[in-house]
């Protein structure tokens, strides 16, 4: 088995899939209000193919997916799709991020398909921010979802919360006070250049460093969190002493990860990205549709590690927004 490593001697085990670039939400930061334009469906991988996929690179090392989209929870036969890639030989981590509107209904089914855990999108515990932030009307949905996730055990259950100067960084230490008293695992994350209406500026994004300092200076001192084995992620990871839950400082934009970037991205309409911020994509569904071989299909895949970029750019003065948002490109 010849394994995925980059150029940099970077070894890819984690592939993020993107099976809809559709969703019931519409955030200011990823989508304009009318929503975008859609792929057309015969243009969205088939489950199969995407599984066809996942078995290639699990067998090249991969042991570790999200499933993410758009909203993965509105495309049908989610779950049964979910029970198949949890029973690719290699995959050890199955997971899923989702707006959580849909949650609270697919909780237990997602657990017994072999989901291990959730992530869930919340930037707002004010109904009406919430609204202005999605443009959907379900923070109650999303609070309920995330609350069944718990009881389900879909663990951890991780917030992603985006960060906005002047939409809601007067929120941050409540959501940080969460898990002090609940066992959610609170994740700030730096809000970053996509191209959507809102129009991304550097100085909206408030830094992982500015985001634990305004929690430690209204809430009390963080501690580090030792990592317990397995992959780490790209979070720096604190709690409270004594707190049940966790908070994790996610920071893309000022202090980049890319030296320890071990992933890959799907996206819904079959394109493979080697990195979240540039716009190179290397066209997987028409060699898994024109009845190319499994050597064929894995030598793109091998070749495209190969040609992963070192990193991004976005601090430098040549980097330019992606050109897809995160719902085309699966967050
Ligand atoms: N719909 C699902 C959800 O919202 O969780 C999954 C897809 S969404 C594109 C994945 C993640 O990308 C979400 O946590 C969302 O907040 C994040 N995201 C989208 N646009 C972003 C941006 N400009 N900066 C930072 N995070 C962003
Ligand atoms: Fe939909 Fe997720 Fe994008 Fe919000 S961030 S519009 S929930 S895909």
């Not at 999303?142 to 906005?164: Q, R, W």
């Not at 001192?221 to 397995?230: F, H, K, M, T």
Request: proline content about 5%; hydrophobic content about 40%.
């Amino acid at each position: 088995m010849q394994p995925l490593v980059d150029a940099y001697e970077r070894k890819i085990d984690y592939l993020r899939i993107s099976v809809t670039d559709r969703c019931n939400l519409r955030c200011v930061y990823c989508m304009p209000p009318e929503g975008i334009d859609l792929a057309e469906s015969k243009n969205i991988l088939r489950y199969e193919e995407i599984l066809r996929l996942v078995k290639l690179a699990a067998s090249h090392g991969i042991k570790k997916v999200r499933v993410t989209g758009g909203e993965p929870l509105v495309r049908k036969g989610i779950v049964e799709f979910l029970h198949d890639v949890a029973s690719v030989p290699g995959i050890e981590d199955l997971s899923l991020t989702t707006n959580g509107v849909l949650l609270k209904e697919y909780a237990w089914e997602l657990k017994d398909a072999g989901l291990k855990r959730v992530n869930v999108s919340l930037d707002s515990m004010k109904r009406d921010r919430f609204l202005k932030m999605t443009r959907g009307d379900n923070l109650f949905e999303v609070l309920e979802g995330l609350e069944e996730a718990l009881k389900a055990g879909l663990l951890p259950v991780k917030i992603n919360m985006v960060v906005i100067k002047g939409f809601n960084d007067d929120e941050i230490v409540d959501f940080a006070l969460l898990s002090k008293t609940r066992p959610f695992h609170v994740r700030y994350i730096e809000y970053m250049p996509f191209n959507t209406q809102e129009g991304w500026q550097r100085d909206k994004c408030i830094t992982a460093r500015e985001i634990k300092e305004i929690i430690e200076k209204a809430a009390g001192p963080l501690e580090p969190v030792a990592e317990s084995g397995g992959v780490a992620g790209p979070a720096r990871r604190f709690h409270f002493k004594g707190a049940p839950g966790e908070i994790g400082l996610i920071s893309p934009v000022s202090e980049h990860f890319c030296g320890s970037c071990n992933r890959l991205r799907l996206t819904a309409d079959g394109k493979l990205r080697t990195c979240l911020f540039s716009d190179n994509e290397i066209d997987l569904r028409t060699p898994l549709r024109d009845g190319s071989s499994d050597e064929v299909v894995t030598d793109i895949l091998l070749n495209a590690v190969r040609e992963k970029p070192k990193g991004h750019t976005i601090n430098e003065n040549i980097f330019k927004k992606c050109s897809r948002t995160m719902s085309l490109i699966g967050g």
